[in-house]
């Protein structure tokens, strides 16, 4: 088992920064992969990022290529999602999902743990 807690999140302008956090515990394999999702009111989970555990590989959604990143601090359990020149359209609820598997995956039926969500609002 998993167990990841997102924090970070919050109002914020259009054109501002916000950084995401997710700590995670528990079993972390060295197969794990690490993503995040992000649901707007009346719209599916849809991927945004995601990264490997043991080398930092990292694939993204086309809608945030250049202007988010994740990385892992494998020292601290934690997994960030850095989110530049945001958008209104960014405005989700951000989460946090794991899965051990050496696939690459985008969905969110592909993922096995996660978080509980933090806010992100992004005012034009």
């Known amino acids: 088992q998993v167990q990841l807690v997102e924090s970070g999140g919050g109002l914020v302008q259009a054109g501002d920064s916000l950084r995401l956090s997710c700590a995670a515990s528990?079993?972390?394999?060295?197969?794990?992969?690490m993503g995040w999702f992000r649901q707007a009111p009346g719209k599916e989970r849809e991927f945004v990022a995601a990264?490997?555990?043991?080398?930092?590989?990292?694939w993204y959604a086309d809608s945030v290529k250049g202007r988010f990143t994740i990385s892992r601090d494998n020292a601290k359990n934690t997994v960030y999602l850095q989110m530049n020149s945001l958008k209104p359209e960014d405005t989700a609820v951000y989460y946090c999902?794991?899965?051990?598997?050496?696939?690459?995956?985008?969905?969110?039926?592909?993922?096995?743990?996660w978080g509980q969500g933090t806010q992100v609002t992004v005012s034009s």
């Open positions: 999902a794991a899965y051990h598997s050496l696939l690459v995956r985008t969905t969110a039926r592909g993922y096995d743990y």
């Open positions: 528990g079993r972390i394999l060295s197969n794990a992969a």
């Open positions: 990264c490997r555990w043991n080398n930092g590989n990292t």
